[in-house]
């Protein structure tokens, strides 16, 4: 055992009694997560007293029942697997058939969509709403910072999804980053809208609170006039989002009523701290939003791989259109096409820190090629002005973001071709003012198939995120001389047709 960290576990004894997580079906204190989830650790590992980083996947919708799960993955001294709810049964297949967990734990209401999947694979279904009994006492494992803590699943430009580990010390390292730049306090209380298996909505959302003592507030899912009148309410501290759930609090604040348009404006005021990330936050979006609630948005740069890197200050000039600077602890540099360190770009950005995450699961290649002489490439370009750093976009056309999700256009397109009347296809994003880009299809098939089957296939395989919205069948795909698709005349070719 080497150099043991404190975890959220740890650090809840000293606020047991504060309000932790209030959800729809209640309040809790930080006693009553610990208490819950020494039952649920209890369940996972009765015996040994350390679980010794296997895997434990654990499909729980946001709110208490989550939180309690997650932290008794880490009490047994498992890695947290965590699942999207709303994942259609091949993602969740291909989770379990890639992150290979010794169980799955869920709620009833998912035990029938999760419990056949796992069990045809040998993998041990935990219904949570059955555990009850108190937990004996068992002797937890001290988690060393170099311990497997979580894995969370993110899409490439290689094919399907990546399980992203990250240890102990790289969460640890993520969270207390953004609770010493984001000034985080017990008396924070935070409004959680965010899907639970990726970064946004684990590490800034939910562990930065839980790290200090403070509480989180969960509302799922999302629900524009919901969110505004609980930050209307003025009892919300902090918030944070992608863009697109701005722009829906904007359309939503303007088809309401004066009387409610007024008290939601009122009540955001109260708040302390805005953020967004995950997907540029265009500067109209910005500017309305600080005209609305008072709040310049702070905008910050992250990425599954590396927690967050970048970000505007929370005192000084937060500058529009830009992701501000390195946070505490994190080195970032930007590099040319040859590696060779650029002082302002433009130039890739590479990040190195205690935070950088550890290897893609079983993917040794994938996590060598990954980095060059300990930094890690993010294949997004930027330059520096004025200090500072303003994204430019990413090297690879085929990393879309949608909604604030990454989403590869090889994994969408090698899915379609698993379609029998599929002979070819090209994915692209294309600019879109709600969703940042929307996914789009040219589709090449061999007998005739309307867009909407094809559409209906795919929902059954992938996440409904990852589906296009526009699907065009064409007769050919253009090319260039040497039969690439060339990518930019399929956006041409969708934009003239779907307008
Ligand atoms: C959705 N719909 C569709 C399709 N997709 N219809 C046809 N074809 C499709 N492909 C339907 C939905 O079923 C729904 O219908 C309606 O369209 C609206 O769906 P959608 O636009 O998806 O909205 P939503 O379900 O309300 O969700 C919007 C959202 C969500 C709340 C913004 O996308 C979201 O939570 N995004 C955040 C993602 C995130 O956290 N990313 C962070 C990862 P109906 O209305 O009939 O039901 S990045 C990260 O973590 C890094 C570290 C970072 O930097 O942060
Ligand atoms: P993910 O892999 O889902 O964690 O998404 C990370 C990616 O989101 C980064 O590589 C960026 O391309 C993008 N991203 C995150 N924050 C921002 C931001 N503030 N502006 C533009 N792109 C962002």
Not at 69 to 83: N, Y
Not at 230 to 259: E, N, Q, W
Not at 312 to 320: I, K, S, V, Y
Request: aromatic share 8%; charged share 20%.
């Amino acid at each position: 055992m080497t150099n043991p960290i404190s975890t959220l576990i740890d650090r809840a004894g000293a606020t047991a009694d504060r309000l932790a997580v209030v959800d729809g079906s209640g309040q809790y204190r930080y006693r009553d997560l610990l208490a819950r989830s020494a039952q649920i650790a209890r369940v996972l590992d009765p015996a040994s007293g350390d679980l010794e980083e296997a895997r434990v996947a654990f499909l729980v919708p946001p709110g208490f029942e989550h939180v309690a799960t997650q932290w008794a993955v880490w009490r047994a001294g498992a890695v947290a697997v965590p699942i999207a709810p709303n994942y259609p049964a091949a993602e969740i297949a291909y989770t379990l058939d890639d992150a290979a967990p010794i169980a799955v734990v869920t709620t009833a209401a998912f035990a029938e969509r999760i419990g056949p999947i796992a069990k045809s694979r040998g993998i041990s279904t935990i219904v949570s709403s059955e555990i009850s009994a108190p937990a004996a006492r068992r002797i937890e494992p001290i988690l060393g910072a170099d311990r497997r803590a979580m894995m969370v699943y993110t899409s490439g430009t290689t094919g399907r999804p990546k399980g992203v580990v990250t240890t102990h010390g790289m969460l640890q390292a993520q969270i207390t980053t953004l609770v010493e730049a984001w000034a985080w306090q017990a008396p924070d209380r935070g409004l959680h809208v965010l899907p639970l298996n990726h970064v946004h909505g684990i590490v800034n959302a939910l562990c930065c609170p839980l790290w200090v003592g403070a509480a989180v507030e969960f509302l799922d899912p999302f629900d524009p006039v919901r969110c505004w009148e609980r930050l209307g309410s003025g009892a919300i501290s902090f918030f944070t989002a992608v863009p697109t759930i701005y722009a829906r609090l904007i359309a939503a604040h303007d088809a309401a009523s004066d009387t409610d348009r007024h008290r939601w404006r009122q009540g955001a005021r109260a708040a302390r701290l805005m953020c967004s990330g995950s997907a540029a936050l265009p500067v109209s979006v910005l500017e309305r939003w600080e005209a609305l609630t008072g709040h310049r948005l702070l905008e910050r740069y992250g990425m599954t791989e590396i927690g967050m890197a970048l970000a505007n200050p929370l005192a000084g000039e937060r500058r529009a259109g830009t992701v501000g600077q390195p946070l505490p602890g994190v080195q970032a540099r930007l590099v040319d096409e040859s590696g060779y360190p650029l002082d302002r770009g433009p130039g890739e950005i590479q990040i190195r820190g205690a935070q950088v995450f550890l290897e893609y699961w079983n993917r040794p290649g994938e996590t060598a090629a990954a980095f060059r002489d300990g930094w890690f490439a993010t294949g997004d370009v930027a330059a520096v002005e004025d200090g500072y750093w303003r994204l430019l976009g990413r090297q690879s056309t085929d990393i879309i973001k949608s909604a604030g999700y990454k989403i590869s256009a090889l994994e969408i397109e090698e899915t379609f071709r698993q379609h029998p009347a599929v002979i070819d296809c090209a994915v692209v994003g294309r600019p879109d003012p709600d969703l940042g880009e929307r996914i789009g299809a040219a589709v090449v098939v061999s007998e005739s198939v309307e867009p909407e089957p094809l559409r209906q296939w795919l929902e059954e395989r992938l996440a409904r995120y990852k589906v296009p919205r526009d699907i065009m069948v064409v007769d050919d795909l253009p090319r260039n001389a040497m039969g690439k698709v060339l990518k930019p005349a399929v956006r041409e070719l969708l934009s003239s047709r779907a307008g």
